[in-house]
Antibody
Framework: QVQLKESGPGLVQPSQTLSLTCTVS????????VSWIRQPPGKGLEWMGV???????DYNSAIKSRLSISRDTSKSQVFLKMNSLQTEDTAMYFC???????????WGQGVMVTVSS | DIQMTQSPSLLSASVGDRVTLSCKAS??????LAWYQQKLGEAPKLLIY???SLQTGIPSRFSGSGSGTDYTLTISSLQPEDVATYFC????????FGSGTKLEIK
């Protein structure tokens, strides 16, 4: 049974760095790829980036300069770090398995992050 | 960049109705399209991929069609549990979601 679960702080101060963890079970990160996707309250979905099964990464060009995705395959965890947070980064953050450059078939429940002082 | 436009933004229909949701791309995306259902407070759920392939476990009342720039998600007989927001997502030339269609029961 495939499961993904996001964790991290619910509140981050403006200009600070966001660190989130996606813990995966039921699949191996060395043969599966994981993306981060976010959704501001009441709005649509934005793909943020991906870490591929080979460890390579790709990012949304709009936020590439602020974003880093990494992983620890031994712990089945994928990490997101995004710096210089602003209020517009307030959103639900999801991790999801991505099939090649394609669709997302397994999603975590999401973690809400609020950027506020 | 290829833009994705969903319509309508809000749709109200009765139980048992045939419902059609639209997703249009600003240029051809060669059937590289998925549909997701997102219920309130939940993560999106994959319904359709490659424009017309039904994801395992999804009821057969959901179907996808289209080609080129125009794609459609059809619910053949609307059920109360289908109340949700539906998003399309392209994966040709980048990963982009549409703005969503909120489906309500009349």
């Amino acid at each position: 049974q495939v499961q993904l679960k996001e964790s991290g702080p619910g509140l981050v101060q403006p200009s600070q760095t966001l660190s989130l963890t996606c813990t995966v079970s039921g699949l191996s990160l060395t043969s599966n790829s994981v993306s981060w996707i976010r959704q501001p309250p009441g709005k649509g979905l934005e793909w943020m980036g991906v870490i591929w099964s080979n460890g390579g990464t790709d990012y949304n060009s709009a936020i590439k300069s602020r974003l880093s995705i990494s992983r620890d395959t031994s712990k089945s965890q994928v990490f997101l770090k995004m710096n210089s947070l602003q209020t517009e980064d307030t959103a639900m953050y999801f991790c999801a398995r991505i099939l090649q450059w394609s669709h997302f078939d397994y999603w975590g429940q999401g973690v809400m992050v609020t950027v506020s002082s | 960049d290829i833009q994705m436009t969903q319509s309508p933004s809000l749709l109200s229909a009765s139980v048992g109705d045939r419902v059609t949701l639209s997703c249009k791309a600003s240029q051809s995306i060669y059937n590289s399209l998925a549909w997701y259902q997102q219920k309130l407070g939940e993560a999106p759920k994959l319904l359709i991929y490659d424009a017309n392939s039904l994801q395992t476990g999804i009821p057969s009342r959901f179907s996808g069609s289209g080609s080129g720039t125009d794609y459609t998600l059809t619910i053949s007989s609307l059920q109360p549990e289908d109340v949700a927001t539906y998003f399309c997502q392209k994966y040709y030339s980048g990963l982009t979601f549409g703005s969503g269609t909120k489906l309500e029961i009349k």
